[in-house]
């Protein structure tokens, strides 16, 4: 829009430059349009500098975009915006902890630190197996809450109820909880009460008042249920018609919490310890901890609050972000702008409400931050909303049948509120042409089926979109997007296509793990482990062409192939699990981006040579269980259709869409997801289960109370209509909707009528460009990134190498040298050990084994700390030896390994700047200790991935070595 001159509406934004707005900017209406010429704006203003501005957005990729088109709109240059206030929540949380930070954790009581080496774990896969860990420990050391961790079905579903606290603003502290956060825990009797009156109302019958929905509901109260003696027989509650009686809401609600509040209250404060033992943060700890500062640190506060603050997205944010943006305000020139038709991200603890109930929950966080000091010292009575009307994106017919979509029940009984309809803003569009198709269409074979519908599509003129001269012209492959509300439909409908040579590009996350290059990977490493594993070998005797009967015999006999026992033994000796996977692609052939991004990705989560197979083999299992997602350019190149999610399209625009898989149990998807600890409004804190000494023995019984409460908190489909609108807002001139067999109620309820579609998909003999070498999608990080010196060195330096003696054979020498170093009693147990122990008693200083090193540079305008262990410092009163140990039988690597040492030489530096320091490496095979010349720091930055390139802070931090 940046050819365009604003509307009335735009231009009412953008002279809006002091008091509180909130703005309704409804999908293509020109939001970034607007706020980036609002931006620019008040960067016209008198005293108005970027660092008065805070804008906050919803994506590291979306500041980036804001930047460059402020640039474009103002005097100020790139380079002069580079380090403006313009970024994500989380990223401007971890700005302030590295900065100002560092005791923010005794506020809450916690005996720690954060310094600029405390990284963030970004990695759900891994903090979730971290989270195991600590809860082993958690277990041991509290036998009086293992009756409620005997309750759960994993574990790690605390680990969502400690992030869902975390965005509603409920913090631990040593002794309680911060400010008011157990009243939250408690609940709203008051707020529930309306939600039990609303489902105990009398239906009304042809022939007077019928039983409630609640009382309905609760028919089989007992069925299939074992609960507590003290629980009430069905016929008590359901005593009254048509409505069961009032005191049920008290009884339910009226639960005895305090051991339950004192569980989770231990679970979620002794994580924060651990993760900061580990010297770690999530993404909920980064917003927490500075909340807390914010709140208890007042100087600091005032000292870096803004004279504007803008928040992008505002429909997406969570209750902490709401608050966080209050703090973070020095004057009352607070601008939020969103939609709440589009929050979809209810997910990651997004609440409608907040820009829903805008001024209300103003008002309300105003005064419970001011509680007990004044925080927020603005007057916030005076708010202005503005509407964007004019959408520069669909035709009238769409953006009519949009709103439609936002009141379809999704239930075959579900009654949808439509007073909603006043809430909806009209938009008015602005196109040339409104030739728009809405169809819908159903066959037993979907994916087929659209394939069918794409042929149909492409080339036709009545499905004619806007070319760049505003002319109508035929549709082509490109101009189709396949809209689905899970991935693997969109990976189903991908495969099936490429059997025809239709060409599509899988646009958003993959589930990496579950690619055929991933199994055979973990196929592979199973092996490594464990020389029989028969998951292990079913699977590469299957890739190799074996019938299961053969396999079958091959398993019973272990007369396993002679070449594939020899490529086990070969990788075997490889060094690292970079160069394990190498090996494995090769072998199959694969040169994709899957096998780059598979790489990339464990080399950046196991940075050491020294890591166990066993716990790659764990990593990759749970991501596969997980179903974690990657970005990976997938994208066959020239004339191809799109296939996303609804989340990844959000923001974009197509020609054509096709929104697929509306079928029972995927859009909506089916229930579960909570365990049987969970908190929800307004109810509070919660167990579905407990586990007691009933009826002469240990069970775990149902809670006949949450029973109740449950019946009475339906399952909230508004998200999911909120979603489908999104689907059809991202289409410019034809949208069609797309079912199987099973067709959900959102599909059955569009006021369409359905053609059935037998599929008839030809094969197509397209011409288009491919590439022989498809490049990892490597995304903006939304935070200062984080290396290790093992990801610098290239693993193909290890690609030939056949005599090596493998990961497990270097651990046990590295293991033994640590504790030898230590002064532990430990015979050498081969010539490698020996070796070692000559050398470390050679040695008259102060040995130091396995130190962490943090090394800090600015990689371009990015912040980047290099972290790894040391091996061995040798330390005298003038000298500092650092010696890294190799097992490797060859020098074949040492040009790497020079890069991993130069790392620690910059360390070590920094920390003994008196002292002269030496970099070695020593080779426990012939006990050589060869002296190797660091890499100056620039030449380290050169070797940093590029990809780390939007702005952050310039300064470098000192290095720390522990």
């Not at 959408?391 to 009238?396: C, F, G, L, V």
Request: hydrophobic fraction near 35%; aromatic fraction near 10%.
């Amino acid at each position: 829009m940046t050819d365009f001159e604003p509307n009335d509406k735009q231009q009412e934004l953008i002279d809006a430059t002091s008091g509180i707005h909130v703005v309704d900017a409804g999908a293509g209406t020109g939001k970034t349009f607007t706020i980036t010429r609002r931006y620019a704006n008040l960067l016209q203003q008198d005293e108005t500098e970027p660092d008065d501005i805070l804008l906050i957005t919803f994506t590291n990729n979306a500041a980036a975009e804001m930047k460059e088109r402020v640039v474009a709109n103002c005097d100020y240059s790139m380079s002069a915006l580079r380090d403006a206030p313009i970024n994500t929540f989380h990223g401007h949380c971890h700005e302030l902890l590295l900065r100002d930070g560092f005791s923010a954790p005794t506020h809450l009581g916690v005996d720690d630190r954060i310094t600029s080496s405390t990284r963030l774990l970004e990695n759900e896969v891994v903090e979730e197996d971290r989270f195991r860990e600590f809860i082993s420990q958690f277990a041991d050391e509290h036998p009086e809450h293992h009756d409620f961790l005997r309750v759960l079905r994993e574990n790690t579903s605390l680990l969502e109820v400690i992030r869902e606290l975390a965005a509603k603003g409920i913090f631990p502290t040593s002794d309680g909880w911060y400010r008011n956060g157990e009243s939250y825990l408690d609940g709203d009797f008051e707020a529930f009460e309306e939600l039990f009156e609303t489902a105990n109302e009398p239906n009304e019958g042809a022939n007077g008042p019928t039983q409630s929905d609640l009382r309905d509901d609760l028919s089989g109260f007992e069925r299939d249920r074992c609960f507590l003696p003290d629980a009430p027989a069905e016929s008590e509650l359901r005593d009254n018609y048509p409505s069961i009686d009032h005191e049920w809401a008290d009884r339910a609600f009226d639960e005895e919490r305090d051991a339950l509040k004192a569980f989770v209250h231990d679970i979620y404060f002794e994580y924060i310890e651990f993760a900061l033992r580990q010297n770690y943060l999530n993404f909920s700890f980064l917003q927490m901890f500075a909340f807390v500062l914010l709140c208890e640190d007042h100087a600091l506060r005032e000292s870096v609050q803004f004279d504007h603050v803008m928040v992008d997205e505002f429909q997406d944010t969570s209750e902490i972000q709401f608050k966080l943006a209050l703090l973070l305000a020095g004057t009352d020139n607070l601008c939020v702008v969103g939609d709440w038709k589009q929050s979809i991200y209810g997910f990651q603890y997004a609440s409608v409400d907040n820009i829903r109930q805008f001024e209300e929950r103003l008002g309300n966080y105003k005064r419970e931050l001011n509680s007990d000091s004044e925080r927020v010292a603005f007057p916030v009575d005076d708010v202005t909303g503005i509407k964007l009307e004019k959408n520069y994106r669909s035709t009238q017919s769409i953006l009519n049948f949009s709103r439609h979509s936002l009141g379809l029940p999704a239930t075959s009984n579900e009654e949808v509120d439509l007073d909603i309809e006043d809430d909806i803003t009209p938009l008015t569009a602005t196109t040339d042409h409104d030739n728009s198709n809405i169809e819908a269409f159903t066959s037993d074979d979907e994916c087929e089926a659209i394939l069918t519908r794409v042929q149909e599509i492409v080339g036709n003129r009545e499905y004619a979109v806007e070319g760049e001269d505003g002319e109508l012209r035929p549709p082509s492959h490109e101009d189709i997007a396949v809209l689905t509300r899970t991935r693997r439909f969109g990976r189903e409908l991908q495969s099936h296509a490429r059997e025809y040579n239709i060409p599509v590009a899988y646009e958003g996350g993959v589930e990496l793990f579950g690619t055929e290059q991933a199994i055979l990977l973990l196929a592979w490493l199973r092996l490594l482990e464990d020389r029989h594993s028969k998951r292990g070998w079913a699977v590469v005797l299957e890739e190799a062409g074996y019938t299961l009967d053969e396999v079958k015999t091959i398993l019973e006999n272990e007369s396993y192939p002679s070449n594939m026992l020899s490529f086990r033994e070969r990788l075997a000796s490889a060094e690292t699990v970079g160069g394990i996977a190498r090996l494995v692609f090769d072998r199959y052939g694969f040169e994709d981006a899957y096998a780059d991004a598979l790489v990339a990705v464990l080399q950046g989560t196991f940075d050491s040579t020294t890591h166990n197979r066993g716990a790659i083999v764990r990593f990759m299992e749970q991501s596969l269980e997980a179903d974690a997602t990657h970005d990976v350019d997938d994208n066959p190149g020239g004339d191809s259709i799109t296939v996303q999610t609804i989340h990844a399209a959000k923001g974009l625009e197509h020609p054509i869409v096709i929104l697929a898989n509306i079928n029972q149990y995927s859009f909506p998807p089916s229930g579960g997801g909570a365990d049987r600890i969970r908190y929800e409004d307004p109810v509070g804190l919660r167990q579905t289960k407990h586990y007691a000494d009933a009826h002469g023995r240990p069970h775990i019984y149902d809670n006949w109370r949450y029973r109740i409460l449950s019946k009475c908190l339906n399952r909230d489909y508004d998200e999911e209509r909120r979603l489908m609108y999104v689907a059809i807002t991202r289409a410019e001139s034809h949208v069609l909707f797309s079912a199987g067999s099973s067709p959900s109620p959102l599909f059955e309820n569009l006021p369409l009528e359905p053609e059935t579609v037998e599929p008839d998909v030809e094969a197509a003999g397209t011409t288009r460009t491919e590439q022989s070498r498809l490049q990892v999608s490597v995304p903006v990080p939304d935070i200062p990134a984080g290396q290790s010196p093992h990801s610098l060195m290239d693993d193909r330096v290890f690609s030939d190498v056949d005599e090596g003696r493998g990961i497990e054979f270097g651990n046990q020498v590295h293991d033994f040298a640590e504790q030898y170093a230590e002064g532990a009693v430990v015979e050498p147990s081969n010539k490698d050990e020996r070796h070692v122990a000559e050398f470390l008693d050679s040695l008259d200083g102060e040995l130091r084994a396995e130190e962490n090193a943090y090394l800090p540079v600015t990689v371009g305008e990015q912040q980047v700390t290099i972290s790894g262990i040391i091996d061995l410092l040798h330390v005298t009163a003038e000298r500092v030896d650092i010696v890294d140990y190799k097992t490797d039988l060859g020098r074949h690597a040492e040009s790497e390994y020079r890069k991993q040492l130069s790392v620690y030489y910059h360390v070590v530096r920094a920390a003994f700047p008196d002292s002269r320091v030496t970099t070695a490496l020593f080779y426990t095979a012939d006990g050589d200790r060869i002296e190797i010349d660091p890499l100056s720091k620039d030449e380290i930055v050169d070797l940093i991935d590029r990809d780390y390139a939007e702005a952050q802070p310039d300064g470098e931090e000192e290095p720390i070595i522990r």
